[in-house]
């Protein structure tokens, strides 16, 4: 019985292997609009067996009327294919599968994209300096997405059902809605918002600019007489560019003359030989006036009194290293700092200039007739204001009063401009540089002033020593690089740079690990909560 068995085993199994296919089909191609199409399976034997199945069955629809409800079928036969219309901006492709015993074939299916007609209304918008929301509606049978090629225009609708960002695909007519944020510059800003499908289609928002979004400070200057030399201010939007020009001869621009955000523009204003005259450097919608006066006995005008690092004015704090600017308050040639007789202070009289607060000199870094540098007294803490004054060959300048704080932090930048790259020292000592970074996890040093008492208390024009102990900060300190907050007991040093004169501040802070690399990476000290200008950078590898 055994033996009958492996018989039939032996006899049944080449049945199947008998079995032949061949498939009467081309690749289908059809446009967008869809179709019909026919795939001819033929077999020598009918009952050999084969199935047809689609990768897409959503849109690739397959029928036989030989097909049992699984999708088999056996025999010769010719499977029905039915190709749904598409209204997709792009084609599609799949494959249609027939399979039998020991054989397999594939139809590539491919379907063109869908070339639609589409309507936006309206197809563009004028927005106020202010930003706000707005709308269009798409008109379309077709499928579409949307995306803004702008940072300032944000679509807010459709989302996708978790509420992420990125945005779904919509069929048939639908709404777009968006905001703009307000624009910070003077002139206007054009983005896009761009529907996506055949063929894309853009809508425009342009939103206005402000003439008042840029400011200058001082936006005046009485010059004198003689050749000069000076800077002022720029305040706009961070990502906003302007550009500058002299409308006369004898006013130069010594700085860039282009610049995007805050900035300071420096300046030089020739002799004048003859009368009083006038002109200005434009910068936007703003200009900066010079009178410059003629040949007669000139005037000493004290203009303004500004933080000598960070070039911002509006109070003084005990100990800050001030920048006073005017005119014909020193010698055309600039005096700088010389030390007194004992050389352990710097004098208060340079070039024949003395500073004077409260009718007091104090110590002078520098003198000329339109910048002066002076260091606050300690002793204006706890006074409400002080009064200041220059004095020149015995003439006296007009007297300017200034609000004491507690402090006035400002950070040196290494060009002297108030932004830009700081006055930083690597870990190796080295100036930090675009070319030479500073590692994170290591340690730099950040000069600045206006970081008000310390302890033991300052001493006037004194040289800080170059063996500890030092002057510490009293106010607490905390030190951010690129929006990453130093923890306190890495912010290993707060106090008075030894041997250069005290007002002069050194803080010694790691880089942390986390900051993001770049090489003008935003630093912030703030001092006693009041922050340092925001426009100091350093540079991270």
């Known amino acids: 019985m055994m033996k009958w068995c492996i018989l039939i085993l032996a006899g049944a199994a080449p049945l199947f292997g008998q079995c032949s296919y061949s498939v009467s089909a081309s690749p289908i191609s059809l446009s967008s609009t869809g179709g019909a199409s026919n795939i001819v399976v033929?077999?020598?034997?009918?009952?050999?067996?084969?199935?047809?199945?689609?990768?897409?069955?959503?849109?690739?629809?397959?029928?036989?009327?030989?097909?049992?409800?699984?999708?088999?079928?056996?025999?010769?036969?010719?499977?029905?294919?039915?190709?749904?219309?598409?209204?997709?901006?792009?084609?599609?492709?799949?494959?249609?599968?027939?399979?039998?015993?020991?054989?397999?074939?594939?139809?590539?299916?491919?379907?063109?994209?869908?070339?639609?007609?589409?309507?936006?209304?309206?197809?563009?918008?004028?927005?106020?300096?202010?930003?706000?929301?707005?709308?269009?509606?798409?008109?379309?049978?077709?499928?579409?997405?949307?995306?803004?090629?702008?940072?300032?225009?944000?679509?807010?609708?459709?989302?996708?059902?978790?509420?992420?960002?990125?945005?779904?695909?919509?069929?048939?007519?639908?709404?777009?809605?968006?905001?703009?944020?307000?624009?910070?510059?003077?002139?206007?800003?054009?983005?896009?918002?761009?529907?996506?499908?055949?063929?894309?289609?853009?809508?425009?928002?342009?939103?206005?600019?402000?003439?008042?979004?840029?400011?200058?400070?001082?936006?005046?200057?009485?010059?004198?007489?003689?050749?000069?030399?000076?800077?002022?201010?720029?305040?706009?939007?961070?990502?906003?560019?302007?550009?500058?020009?002299?409308?006369?001869?004898?006013?130069h621009i010594t700085s860039t003359a282009n610049g995007a955000g805050n900035g300071g523009l420096g300046y030089s204003i020739d002799l004048n030989p003859g009368a009083q005259r006038s002109g200005a450097i434009h910068v936007g919608s703003q200009a900066f006036a010079v009178t410059q006066a003629g040949v007669t006995t000139p005037a000493m005008t004290l203009s303004a009194v500004e933080n000598a690092a960070s070039y911002v004015s509006g109070s003084v704090a005990p100990g800050e290293i001030v920048a006073l600017f005017g005119s014909n308050m020193g010698p055309t040639a600039g005096v700088g700092a010389q030390l007194s007789a004992n050389k352990q202070s710097l004098t208060n009289t340079l070039g024949g200039v003395q500073v004077l607060f409260d009718g007091n000199p104090v110590t002078l870094t520098y003198a000329s007739a339109t910048q002066i540098d002076a260091i606050v007294p300690v002793g204006v803490a706890g006074k409400g204001?002080?009064?200041?004054?220059?004095?020149?060959?015995?003439?006296?300048?007009?007297?300017?009063?200034?609000?004491?704080?507690?402090?006035?932090?400002?950070?040196?930048?290494?060009?002297?401009?108030?932004?830009?790259?700081?006055?930083?020292?690597?870990?190796?000592?080295?100036?930090?540089?675009?070319?030479?970074?500073?590692?994170?996890?290591?340690?730099?040093?950040?000069?600045?002033?206006?970081?008000?008492?310390?302890?033991?208390?300052?001493?006037?024009?004194?040289?800080?020593?170059?063996?500890a102990p030092f002057p510490s900060v009293v106010a607490t300190v905390t030190v951010s690089i690129g929006g990453v907050t130093v923890p306190s007991d890495q912010v290993v040093y707060r106090g008075a740079a030894p041997g250069s004169v005290e007002g002069l501040t050194q803080i010694d802070a790691y880089v942390p690990q986390s900051v993001t690399p770049g090489s003008a990476v935003p630093v912030i000290v703030t001092v006693g909560g009041v922050a340092s200008q925001a426009n100091l950078t350093v540079s991270v590898n």
């Open 42 to 251: 033929t077999t020598n034997a009918a009952t050999c067996p084969w199935t047809f199945t689609t990768d897409n069955p959503t849109w690739i629809i397959l029928s036989s009327p030989n097909a049992d409800p699984t999708g088999a079928t056996g025999g010769s036969a010719t499977v029905s294919v039915t190709i749904q219309a598409s209204t997709l901006p792009i084609a599609r492709t799949g494959s249609i599968f027939i399979r039998g015993t020991n054989f397999s074939s594939t139809v590539p299916v491919s379907e063109g994209a869908a070339v639609c007609s589409m309507t936006l209304d309206p197809t563009s918008s004028t927005i106020p300096v202010a930003g706000g929301s707005s709308g269009f509606s798409v008109q379309t049978p077709c499928t579409w997405s949307v995306v803004s090629n702008a940072s300032w225009l944000t679509i807010t609708s459709p989302f996708t059902p978790s509420g992420a960002k990125s945005l779904t695909t919509v069929t048939g007519s639908g709404m777009v809605t968006y905001t703009a944020t307000p624009n910070t510059c003077v002139t206007a800003q054009t983005g896009l918002i761009v529907v996506s499908s055949q063929p894309n289609q853009a809508f425009t928002v342009t939103e206005n600019g402000s003439p008042n979004n840029l400011t200058i400070s001082p936006a005046t200057l009485s010059a004198p007489q003689s050749a000069s030399t000076g800077h002022f201010n720029v305040t706009t939007g961070v990502s906003c560019t302007w550009s500058a020009f002299s409308d006369v001869s004898w006013i």
């Open 385 to 467: 204001s002080t009064q200041v004054q220059v004095t020149y060959q015995g003439l006296n300048s007009n007297t300017m009063t200034m609000p004491v704080v507690d402090t006035a932090p400002g950070i040196f930048a290494a060009d002297s401009s108030g932004g830009g790259g700081g006055a930083i020292l690597n870990q190796d000592y080295s100036l930090n540089a675009r070319l030479n970074p500073a590692a994170r996890g290591s340690v730099i040093a950040i000069y600045m002033t206006g970081a008000g008492a310390t302890t033991p208390a300052a001493v006037d024009g004194a040289i800080t020593s170059t063996t």
